[in-house]
């Protein structure tokens, strides 16, 4: 019976192998993301404590970071499930959309996928969330804006993951969701 339970290692050895040769461009950049991540931690690591301070705080500030605005009259209105789920819709999408980007790229790593930093705040309705899916496309900020079909409502945005100190501003009068 244990017999049955082992892999047939000759038979996914070829395969495995042709696999690990191939490397796509979408790789090449993860693992210059991922030495950049290596490289930088290693030199912020000085025991010179003002360096530590100073490391610290521009890390918190360049912290990669997605924006995720919800519509408050519908979060009133409709269950608060839904709501939600409007949200992870706009998150996905924005994530997949920019799947290649350097920042994203980092945002999704291994190493970084149980510290993922998300800012989820909050516009008055309709038109709010419109005027500031304009902003964000006139400063050329990646974002998805999602809009529910069949009724052709737009719910929520979320931004590309970016460093916070390169969108911030565009959010700084937001109010969080509650």
């Known amino acids: ?35 950049r991540m290596e490289s930088s931690s290693a030199a912020n690591a000085t025991p010179d404590s003002a360096n530590l301070a100073q490391g610290t705080e521009s890390s918190a500030a360049d912290t990669v970071v997605q924006y995720v605005v919800l519509r408050r009259d519908l979060i009133d209105t409709w269950p608060l499930g839904s709501v939600v789920t409007q949200g992870c819709h706009a998150s996905v999408a924005a994530i997949w959309l920019h799947k290649d980007d350097p920042d994203t ?41 999602w809009i529910e079909q069949p009724e052709n409502i737009p719910t929520c945005l979320a931004t590309k993951p970016y460093p916070k100190s390169s969108v911030s501003s565009f959010f700084k009068k937001l109010k969080l969701c509650k």
Not at 109 to 121: A, E, G, I, Q, W
Not at 127 to 135: G, R, T
């Open 105 to 145: 790229l980092l945002y999704c790593s291994p190493p970084n996928l149980d510290s993922m930093h998300k800012v989820t705040l909050e516009v008055k309705g309709e038109a709010q969330i419109l005027n500031l899916a304009d902003k964000l496309k006139a400063s050329s900020i990646a974002h998805k804006l």
């Open 1 to 35: 019976m244990a017999s049955m339970l082992m892999p047939r290692c000759p038979l996914l050895k070829p395969h495995l192998e042709s696999r690990a040769a191939r490397i796509t461009p979408r790789a090449t950049i993860f693992l210059r993301t991922a030495a």
